[in-house]
């Protein structure tokens, strides 16, 4: 823990290759939680390798070439300038190789350096540690392909997504109206909305077609980006699909096909979450949407959403038509009717 404390700010420039018909690519290298961090210019993560897994392709020559135990293929290679880095490594990997146990060694010691490993790897890949970390770098574009997989998965029980053109115009002006473009409409979801990872909010058709006015629409929107707000979507699927998929995403950018599949499945059968009244109502105050019709379609008697109701900031407040009549018509319509 000393040893990757004293380089956890270091940083440093060189060429990856992920494999040996690939093109090299600058990157910037840093280190991590237990883990050699590869990113683009960017500082999008590409990349991680284990510290406890590296060789050295060339040892003692310059510029020093590093690829992941077992798969020489994919390289690291790091100019001399950057001498700083390559000693950093050399010593982790000195840290860490003293810490195995090797043939000859008294039992005492071979004890001690296994227990050694067994703390250091608890310390690092504790699940809360290691989630954190996984949201740290794991960068929005994967986060929408995780999204946009869930849909996918989700499809078979709530029917394809409703794709009537007109509607889905209107569908956009009302994203565009409360700030969040990312919106879908399914015919059957089972709830009136619900979020996933990077951002899309997945509405039921009921919350169109069984109201008079968007508001309500609109307020089941508001809800899902309050929930967005208080609690990473990715977080919540992390911890459902386990420490397991958590690792498997850290390190290759993927998480298994079944495990998103339950993940969707618990999605639609978890009961709905609730924002904070506070956090919610700010929001509705900012869009210039009354809560009352929201909190009404939430329960027709009031009396659970009393509080939506007392303190909705436009309460008495005349306001405009959230959209255009005829585009709420064609919104209404976006399932086909």
């Not at 000393?2 to 380089?7: H, I, N, P, R």
């Not at 699940?127 to 970390?133: E, K, Y």
């Not at 436009?314 to 306001?319: C, Q, R």
Request: charged fraction near 20%; charge should be negative.
């Amino acid at each position: 823990m000393t040893a990757l404390t004293k380089y956890d700010r270091l940083e440093a420039t060189g060429l990856w290759r992920p494999d040996p018909e690939g093109q090299r690519r600058e990157v910037i290298v840093s280190i991590g939680n237990a883990t050699l961090v590869v990113s683009d210019m960017n500082d999008t993560a590409i990349t991680h390798w284990s510290l406890a897994a590296i060789e050295r392709a060339n040892p003692d020559a310059l510029p020093a070439v590093f690829h992941p135990d077992g798969d020489a293929g994919e390289t690291l290679e790091l100019p001399e300038n950057e001498h700083e880095m390559v000693e950093a490594i050399e010593s982790l990997r000195k840290v860490i190789a003293k810490a195995r146990p090797r043939p000859g060694r008294l039992r005492g010691l071979g004890v001690i350096a296994s227990i050694t490993a067994v703390v250091a790897l608890a310390v690092f890949w504790l699940p809360g540690a290691m989630r954190d970390n996984t949201l740290r770098v794991i960068p929005q574009i994967k986060r929408e392909a995780l999204g946009v997989t869930l849909i996918e998965q989700m499809q078979r029980v709530t029917g394809p997504m409703c794709n009537d053109p007109a509607g889905l115009r209107a569908l956009q002006s009302l994203g565009k109206r409360l700030g969040t473009p990312k919106l879908a409409v399914v015919p059957a979801l089972g709830r009136p909305a619900l979020h996933l990872p990077g951002g899309v909010i997945v509405l039921d058709r009921s919350v169109f077609e069984d109201w008079e006015q968007p508001d309500v629409a609109a307020g089941y929107i508001l809800a899902e980006l309050a929930l967005q707000i208080e609690r990473d979507a990715l977080a919540d699927l992390l911890d459902v699909v386990g420490p397991r998929e958590n690792f498997r995403l850290l390190t290759t950018g993927n998480i298994d096909a079944g495990a998103l599949d339950a993940y969707a499945e618990h999605l639609m059968t978890v009961p709905a979450g609730t924002p904070d009244i506070d956090n919610l109502l700010a929001l509705f105050e900012g869009s210039g949407v009354p809560a009352t019709p929201y909190a009404r379609a939430r329960d027709i008697t009031g009396e659970s959403v009393l509080a939506l109701i007392e303190a909705d900031p436009l309460l008495g407040v005349a306001t405009d038509p959230l959209i255009p009549d005829s585009t709420w018509l064609r919104l209404q319509g976006i399932c086909g009717g």
